[in-house]
């Protein structure tokens, strides 16, 4: 007798375990009750979930209820470790990285974040969204100093060159991509050349560079507790 199929909410969990959220990530910015910018130009248009439906995500999201001092630090941890796409554990060790590196935890965090190959890619406009970047750095599709790297993770540092391989520029969605990108803001540690395809890293970013809207402090407070 064939074994009955699991529910699709422990089936959903199961799959989570290999480190990929797979619901809509318009839930994460609703439940957030701020856009997270996770699916980059559409998040700019009227078809923007937040914007349709200001409320939290499920059948109780209509619902107000006042915070503790724990939920609001929670609240502000999430934030930030779903804007740059990460998970928990992930999430966890970037912290702990920035605890051991000399000056301000919280901005060392965010520096860490800033310096990940996927997120320069995507400050870079080579992407439209982080998750963008991050498929092509994993299909390799990005060079650092003229070498493939596949690790989104992989920390850049001052001088490194980030180019995109001209064969993956001629597709359609990169093609858009790049026709948007000189009217976006680069941020003031990166330089682009978008006839190259190539970027350099000028400086490890400071916290008045990150325009990420997160009180990184409660982030602190959050894992200090």
Request: glycine fraction near 6%; charge should be positive.
């Amino acid at each position: 007798m064939p074994a009955a199929q699991a529910p699709p909410r422990i089936v959903k969990e199961a799959r989570g375990n290999l480190g990929k959220y797979i619901d809509s990530v318009c839930r994460l910015c609703r439940r957030q009750g701020v856009k997270l910018f996770l699916k980059g130009d559409r998040c700019f248009t009227p078809k923007c979930a937040i914007e349709r439906r200001t409320y939290g995500p499920g059948q109780h999201g209509q619902l107000r209820k006042k915070l503790s001092a724990y939920a609001v630090r929670l609240r502000e941890k999430q934030k930030l470790r779903r804007i740059y796409g990460l998970l928990e554990k992930q999430f966890s060790i970037s912290f702990k990285r920035a605890e051991r590196t000399k000056g301000m935890t919280g901005e060392n965090l965010l520096s860490l974040l800033e310096r990940r190959l996927d997120n320069v890619v995507f400050r870079m406009a080579f992407a439209s969204s982080r998750n963008q970047a991050r498929q092509l750095v994993n299909h390799r599709h990005i060079l650092v100093n003229g070498k493939p790297v596949n690790i989104p993770s992989y920390m850049v540092d001052p001088g490194d060159k980030i180019t995109l391989k001209r064969k993956t520029a001629g597709s359609p969605i990169l093609q858009k991509n790049l026709e948007a990108a000189p009217a976006k803001r680069m941020p003031s540690w990166i330089q682009v050349d978008f006839d190259k395809l190539e970027g350099t890293v000028l400086t490890a970013p400071k916290r008045q560079d990150i325009d990420t809207n997160v009180d990184v402090q409660l982030v602190v407070e959050f894992y200090s507790r």
